[in-house]
């Protein structure tokens, strides 16, 4: 396998909430010979902008996600929202045959979620990783917009040692969706109850995902109930080595 140069999209949630996601992802990625830098230029995508109906806001962000991303780097992101963003929404936001549109289009091409960028990019779904116990999955909404479907249980199914137990309803929606569980919180609430009821009768002793959003909300809803079910992003599990 040729080494490449890879940038880190850490997202904001990833880098506010969940640091150790990044580090993980770096980790690994160097781990499988790969070059990785930090684009320090980097801030928040825009998405809350753009859901919020704010379209020069997001426009704005997106010109300068762009422009810290310039250049011929593979970016890899462990979040299918903000991937979804960069590679379907950024190029909507510029007229087409405009020159952000052109710069839009080129960044979408070159960024990859993260199991996307293992699985359908490198065509590895062992990473190395060992595990010892019963793990869960829960299917991230956004991961749908970018037309993946099992490339994180495969990668899951992948690590030495590991049991894997399905959840019922794994693909449901947690309840987050950024705004959503503040505009509706009575809706997000018995929905992340839902999702949390079908991960604890799978007995597994960690549930993994591949959205800081998603894993805050389980995590937080988990946490509140006294559980002790560990909550995991799909690169901290592929990250282990015991």
């Known amino acids: 396998?040729?080494?490449?140069?890879?940038?880190?999209?850490?997202?904001?949630?990833?880098?506010?909430?969940?640091?150790?996601v990044g580090k993980a992802v770096v980790r690994l990625l160097r781990r499988l010979g790969h070059e990785v830098d930090f684009p320090a230029a980097q801030t928040c995508c825009g998405?809350?902008?753009?859901?919020s109906g704010f379209s020069d806001l997001a426009r704005a962000q997106a010109q300068h996600t762009i422009a810290?991303?310039?250049?011929?780097?593979?970016?890899?992101?462990?979040?299918?929202?903000?991937?979804?963003?960069?590679?379907v929404?950024?190029?909507?936001?510029?007229?087409?045959?405009?020159?952000?549109?052109?710069?839009?289009?080129?960044?979408?091409?070159?960024?990859?979620?993260?199991?996307?960028?293992?699985?359908?990019?490198?065509?590895?779904?062992d990473v190395g990783a060992k595990?010892?116990?019963?793990v869960t999955y829960h299917y991230?909404?956004?991961?749908?917009?970018?037309?993946?479907?099992?490339?994180?249980?495969?990668?899951i199914?992948?690590?030495?040692?590991?049991?894997?137990?399905?959840a019922a309803h794994e693909d449901q929606c947690c309840g987050f969706g950024g705004s959503f569980s503040v505009r509706y919180p009575s809706i997000s609430t018995a929905m992340v109850a839902d999702?949390?009821?079908?991960?604890?009768?799978?007995?597994?002793?960690?549930?993994?995902?591949t959205d800081a959003g998603c894993l805050m909300n389980i995590g937080g809803k988990l946490h509140r109930e006294g559980r002790e079910i560990r909550v995991l992003h799909l690169a901290e599990l592929l990250e282990s080595k015991a």
């Open 1 to 20: 396998m040729l080494a490449m140069q890879l940038s880190l999209m850490i997202t904001c949630l990833g880098d506010v909430v969940r640091p150790e």
């Open 47 to 51: 998405q809350p902008f753009y859901n």
């Open 68 to 87: 810290a991303f310039a250049g011929e780097r593979t970016v890899v992101v462990p979040s299918g929202s903000c991937a979804a963003m960069v590679k």
């Open 89 to 125: 929404e950024y190029p909507h936001l510029f007229e087409e045959g405009s020159e952000w549109h052109g710069r839009a289009v080129e960044l979408a091409n070159r960024t990859f979620e993260l199991s996307d960028f293992l699985v359908n990019k490198l065509g590895i779904t």
């Open 131 to 134: 595990f010892e116990g019963k």
């Open 140 to 155: 991230a909404c956004h991961l749908r917009g970018l037309g993946l479907q099992t490339e994180a249980e495969k990668l």
């Open 157 to 166: 199914r992948g690590v030495q040692g590991l049991t894997y137990v399905p």
């Open 195 to 209: 999702k949390t009821r079908c991960i604890l009768a799978t007995g597994a002793d960690a549930v993994v995902s």
